[in-house]
């Protein structure tokens, strides 16, 4: 009886209620957004806690020297309870809509920029920025699904620059994207041997990035920043959540973060072949880490990739929120790089 009644007293005819203005109530609904918002943040940026229980768990940090011996049992050791998903389409083969100019048959390295179909403004920074300051010897593509069909011809008849692939475009494609650009280069571009991935709101310094080193014949390995003792997130509200019923342990293997990265031609062969042996982790990157532990792709740390401050990077990346075009812009005047690029244009 006395819950009941403090219930009662505290829902229903407590004081307050009555005095509530309607403005009171309507900063009261929304008064923790700011709060909900500091605390996603801070959970995405430093996880530092989580992170020191992940730092404990040596299997997980070992990067060069992949786990497991045999390719079952590291999937195994990855997936007790999961069997890879028969319906997996990862491996099929897309074809190209719209295939780029700028690709001559001779060239060994190109960037490919995962793009939007709506991403038009970021396209052109690119164009207009760090772009024209690579080596002609490494030619830029723009790579997008479906959407905004065109718009995109219609760039691509100005700029040929754009390889639009037969799929739907959308975040939860991000990895089918990944599989679709590594089967049309091993299908159409034979003497590309580095695959240079990179996202369309960066700024990358060109003289740093030509002076890593071209892979030699079949080097299996994928170059950029690696992340180390992530664990799984538990805060099912968060778009990173991932269930124990998808992937049980409570860390992640190494991975490397995908704003930026090179891939030799041989580890996205290998990939693309075994990734339909590998049950499936929405998040792109963690999945990548998974795979390449797997099939035994080399994960090879470049601090300067993806990389949070205006110094000393090869690409830089701001990984907590998208700038704009026109910060982006700002950014680039700001680098120091972009006033060579339009009056000198570096020479090699
Ligand atoms: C991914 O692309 C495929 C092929 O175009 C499409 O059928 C599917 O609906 C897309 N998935 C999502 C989540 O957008
Ligand atoms: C670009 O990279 C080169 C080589 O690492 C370096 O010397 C130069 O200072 C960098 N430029 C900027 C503006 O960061």
Same mark, same amino acid.
């Given at each position: 009886?006395?819950?009941?009644?403090?219930?009662?007293?505290?829902?229903?005819?407590?004081?307050?209620?009555?005095?509530?203005?309607?403005?009171?109530?309507?900063?009261?609904?929304?008064?923790?957004?700011?709060?909900?918002?500091?605390?996603?943040?801070?959970?995405?940026?430093?996880?530092?806690?989580?992170?020191?229980?992940?730092?404990?768990?040596?299997?997980?940090?070992?990067?060069?020297?992949?786990?497991?011996?045999?390719?079952?049992?590291?999937?195994?050791?990855?997936?007790?309870? /999961?069997?890879?998903?028969?319906?997996?389409?990862?491996?099929? /083969?897309?074809?190209?809509?719209?295939?780029?100019?700028?690709?001559?048959?001779?060239?060994?390295?190109?960037?490919?920029?995962?793009?939007?179909?709506?991403?038009?403004?970021?396209?052109?920074?690119?164009?207009?920025?760090?772009?024209?300051?690579?080596?002609?010897?490494?030619?830029?593509?723009?790579?997008?699904?479906?959407?905004?069909?065109?718009?995109?011809?219609?760039?691509?008849?100005?700029?040929?620059?754009?390889?639009?692939?037969?799929?739907?475009?959308?975040?939860?494609?991000?990895?089918?994207?990944?599989?679709?650009?590594?089967?049309?280069?091993?299908?159409?571009?034979?003497?590309?041997?580095?695959?240079?991935?990179?996202?369309?709101?960066?700024?990358?310094?060109?003289?740093?990035?030509?002076?890593?080193?071209?892979?030699?014949?079949?080097?299996?390995?994928?170059?950029?920043?690696?992340?180390?003792?992530?664990? /799984?997130?538990?805060?099912?509200?968060?778009?990173?959540?991932?269930?124990?019923?998808?992937?049980?342990?409570?860390?992640?293997?190494?991975?490397?973060?995908?704003?930026?990265?090179?891939?030799?031609?041989?580890?996205?062969?290998?990939?693309?072949?075994?990734?339909?042996?590998?049950?499936?982790?929405?998040?792109?990157?963690?999945?990548?880490?998974?795979?390449?532990?797997?099939?035994?792709?080399?994960? /090879?740390?470049?601090?300067?990739?993806?990389?949070?401050?205006?110094?000393?990077?090869?690409?830089?990346?701001?990984?907590?929120?998208?700038?704009?075009?026109?910060?982006?812009?700002?950014?680039?005047?700001?680098?120091?790089?972009?006033?060579?690029?339009?009056?000198?244009?570096?020479?090699?």
């Amino acid at each position: 009886m006395q819950w009941r009644r403090l219930i009662r007293l505290t829902f229903f005819k407590s004081p307050l209620s009555c005095k509530l203005s309607p403005l009171k109530l309507l900063t009261l609904q929304f008064a923790w957004i700011i709060p909900y918002l500091f605390l996603t943040n801070y959970l995405e940026r430093s996880l530092l806690p989580f992170r020191l229980l992940c730092y404990t768990q040596s299997n997980f940090l070992g990067v060069n020297s992949p786990l497991r011996e045999d390719f079952k049992g590291c999937v195994r050791s990855f997936f007790p309870a /999961r069997d890879k998903d028969e319906d997996c389409g990862l491996n099929r /083969r897309i074809d190209a809509l719209i295939e780029p100019r700028t690709v001559k048959p001779w060239h060994q390295r190109m960037v490919v920029i995962r793009s939007a179909p709506m991403s038009a403004g970021y396209r052109q920074y690119v164009r207009d920025s760090w772009a024209p300051t690579l080596l002609p010897e490494v030619p830029t593509v723009f790579v997008t699904g479906h959407g905004n069909d065109d718009v995109l011809r219609k760039e691509h008849e100005k700029f040929g620059d754009i390889l639009q692939l037969d799929f739907v475009d959308s975040y939860k494609n991000l990895t089918l994207k990944m599989m679709a650009i590594y089967g049309y280069i091993l299908r159409a571009k034979p003497n590309i041997q580095d695959i240079i991935v990179i996202n369309d709101d960066t700024i990358v310094n060109a003289t740093a990035l030509h002076q890593i080193a071209v892979s030699t014949s079949d080097d299996a390995y994928v170059l950029g920043k690696v992340s180390r003792g992530y664990p /799984r997130l538990l805060m099912w509200w968060l778009p990173w959540y991932v269930p124990g019923s998808m992937y049980p342990s409570m860390c992640y293997p190494p991975f490397i973060q995908g704003s930026s990265f090179i891939i030799t031609r041989t580890a996205a062969q290998r990939i693309l072949n075994g990734i339909c042996e590998i049950p499936a982790i929405h998040l792109d990157d963690v999945m990548m880490g998974v795979v390449a532990n797997c099939l035994r792709v080399d994960l /090879r740390h470049n601090e300067g990739f993806d990389h949070h401050t205006l110094d000393e990077y090869v690409v830089f990346h701001y990984q907590y929120s998208r700038y704009s075009v026109a910060e982006m812009f700002a950014l680039w005047r700001r680098s120091g790089l972009g006033s060579r690029a339009v009056n000198d244009p570096i020479r090699w």
